[in-house]
């Protein structure tokens, strides 16, 4: 059954129905076959509570027999598989067929919790420009739990966009042990990286207004490329860095190059720009 909740793809689909939704709301993925006896049960199972929960939760339905890769990929080794998905991440599983009662508690521990929806809405608000109210929802997240991994990575990118380097620097240092390898904390390293950048400036004004004045000014240039990752304006921090390479491959020890590299792994391989910048990037090195 195919519905607002309920989807069947195939790998091709499987990024943007599964691993992107995934940051949206936890993704149930459902690894079956035709000739499996216990998915024909646990299929309608999970449908039917995907319709219950409207929305709380997505169900995505992989064939595992015409989609082999993708189940060795997510180490199915015995249908029916289920993997929960959140924020593209695999964070529970189970193998074989469960009554709907303990399907309902394995969804339950997935849902986000009040606290988690305080974060979103920080996000949400972050991404808005409305600085203050992030602040808010986030003091009142960590008052409570203040060992909240997610309030706290955003607390270090909320930091860095009021240009506190070392505040965001300290914000991660203390982030419990188990987020160490979170690919956000990874991106946050970077982004702290070139906010130390951006500081070597006044301001973003007068870093601008000194490359305007001597567009050769590869430190007016590189703080500007800087501030522009730092407002998440992508684009225009991959030309200033991608500029500085052509202008002089030696400018603090191949900082452009450096910066592009950083760039990319903090953005990753999925984001629209990198495949772009990294053949821009090539035809300028060879």
């Keep these: 059954m195919a519905s607002q909740w309920v989807t069947n793809v195939d790998a091709d689909q499987f990024d943007a129905e599964a691993l992107q939704r995934s940051h949206e709301l936890p993704v ?21 509570v995907a319709e219950e929960y409207a929305g709380r939760f997505l169900l995505v339905k992989v064939d595992a027999d015409r989609n082999q890769d993708l189940a060795r990929t997510y180490g199915v080794r015995g249908i029916p598989a289920v993997k929960a998905l959140v924020d593209g991440e695999i964070v529970d599983e189970f193998t074989g067929a469960l009554p709907e009662p303990q399907i309902r508690e ?6 986000p919790s009040e606290s988690d929806k305080a974060v979103a809405r920080a996000r949400q608000a972050l991404a808005d420009g409305a600085i203050e ?17 997610r309030a706290l990575m955003l607390l270090a990118r909320l930091r860095l966009r009021q240009n506190r380097a070392d505040d965001a620097a300290e914000v ?18 970077s982004r702290i990286e070139f906010a130390r950048i951006a500081e070597e400036a006044e301001s973003e004004e007068a870093a ?11 430190d007016a240039r590189y703080r500007v490329a800087a ?27 191949d900082a452009g190059r450096k910066g592009l590299l950083a760039l990319f792994e903090l953005l990753g391989n999925r984001h629209p720009l990198v495949s772009d910048y990294r ?3 090539s035809r300028e090195l060879f």
């Design 28 to 48: 149930l993925v459902d690894f079956w076959a035709t000739w499996c006896g216990p998915c024909q049960a646990l299929g309608p199972a999970l449908e039917r």
């Design 106 to 111: 394995f969804v339950d521990r997935l849902l």
């Design 133 to 149: 109210q992030a602040a808010t929802e986030l003091g009142q997240v960590l008052a409570e739990d203040p060992g909240h991994g």
């Design 172 to 189: 991660i240092r203390n982030l419990p042990a188990r987020f160490e390898g979170d690919p956000e904390v990874a991106g946050l390293r």
């Design 208 to 218: 601008q207004s000194a490359l305007e004045e001597d567009p050769d000014d590869l």
């Design 227 to 253: 501030y522009r990752v730092l407002a998440e304006d992508h684009e225009a921090a991959f030309e200033h860095l991608l500029e500085i390479v052509r202008r002089d491959r030696g400018f603090r020890d």
């Design 279 to 281: 053949k821009r990037l």
